[in-house]
């Protein structure tokens, strides 16, 4: 089974481009099937990764970043997939 993890958070005012740096330097061990990180307006970075797990297995996960770098805590999710209707 395949589990996709979503983390998402928004910088303080202008800080946007720190966050992706700080997003895009943390390693998890191990690491996903994929990973893929998204900016959007109002300093806001998402990170989904891939797993090859069950949809309730421990994974490793992004921690929340300092609070002086975000405006808010962390956001996560996580989903399964859903196959096509034929």
Same mark, same amino acid.
């Given at each position: 089974? =395949? #589990?996709? @993890?979503?983390?998402?958070?928004?910088? #303080? =005012?202008? *800080?946007?481009?720190?966050? @992706?740096?700080?997003?895009?330097?943390?390693? @998890?061990?191990?690491? $996903?099937?994929?990973?893929? =990180?998204? *900016?959007?307006?109002?300093? %806001?970075? +998402? #990170?989904? =990764?891939?797993? &090859?797990?069950?949809? &309730?297995?421990? +994974?490793?996960? +992004? /921690? &929340? /970043?300092?609070?002086? @770098? #975000?405006?808010?805590?962390?956001? *996560?999710? %996580?989903?399964?997939?859903?196959?096509? $209707?034929?």
């Amino acid at each position: 089974m =395949t #589990v996709a @993890l979503m983390w998402e958070a928004r910088a #303080v =005012t202008g *800080r946007g481009e720190e966050l @992706l740096a700080w997003a895009r330097a943390q390693e @998890l061990t191990p690491g $996903p099937m994929r990973r893929e =990180t998204f *900016r959007a307006p109002q300093d %806001r970075v +998402l #990170v989904i =990764t891939w797993w &090859d797990a069950d949809y &309730d297995a421990v +994974l490793p996960e +992004l /921690p &929340d /970043p300092g609070g002086e @770098l #975000v405006s808010r805590a962390a956001h *996560r999710w %996580r989903f399964e997939p859903v196959p096509d $209707p034929t």
